[in-house]
């Protein structure tokens, strides 16, 4: 099992950068796909991007291509979500996921999940 902490939210204005961190605790995080996702009041969870056990490979939803990358230091059992030229439509609270092995955009293939971050972006 893996369990999963988010921190590195907050509050800033729209055009800034924020990094978020997710600390992974437990055995074979390193055999894991990370996922980051989102979640705006009165709206559905969204996929936001995913990267693989390795590193090796990232995908992103379209509206965040370019702004945002995902990285992981396995050594640390660390994933990271940077954050550049915040929007306020970037305004949620924002989850780290993990499954084996495998990439998924579905939230509802992940097992794993922090207890989420909250990001505001003021326009």
């Known amino acids: 099992q893996v369990q999963l902490v988010e921190s590195g939210g907050g509050l800033v204005q729209a055009g800034d950068s924020l990094r978020l961190s997710c600390a992974a605790s437990?055995?074979?995080?390193?055999?894991?796909?990370m996922g980051w996702f989102r979640q705006a009041p009165g709206k559905d969870r969204e996929f936001v991007g995913t990267i693989s056990w390795s590193g090796a490979n990232t995908n992103y939803t379209d509206s965040v291509k370019g702004r945002f990358t995902i990285s992981r230091d396995n050594a640390k059992n660390m994933v990271y979500l940077q954050m550049n030229s915040l929007k306020s439509e970037d305004t949620a609270v924002y989850y780290c996921?993990?499954?084996?092995?495998?990439?998924?955009?579905?939230?509802?293939?992940?097992?794993?999940w922090g207890q989420g971050t909250q990001v505001t972006v003021s326009s």
């Open positions: 996921a993990g499954r084996p092995y495998i990439t998924s955009t579905s939230a509802a293939e992940y097992g794993y």
């Open positions: 437990g055995s074979a995080f390193n055999t894991y796909a």
